[in-house]
């Protein structure tokens, strides 16, 4: 999961369960995370296919590897 996925699952998710007060909000967690881990594959794909090796250097640079 990208950064941008990551912040959006831990910290948004968590906020809106503070400001809602409900519980049930947790749930969304879980088909975020499978929608999110599906956005991410397809963007990579894509970021793959546009830049192709200058896209393969960069991501052997990036030092935090998100779920």
Known sequence: LN??????LLLT???LLLL???WLDLLAMIPA???FKAY???EE???AEKFGKEYER?????LLKFL
């Open 3 to 8: 950064p941008m996925y990551a912040f959006q």
């Open 13 to 15: 998710v968590p906020g």
């Open 20 to 22: 809602l007060n409900s």
């Open 33 to 35: 995370f499978i929608a």
């Open 40 to 42: 991410a594959r397809e």
């Open 45 to 47: 794909r894509y970021l």
């Open 58 to 62: 960069y991501r052997e640079k990036v």
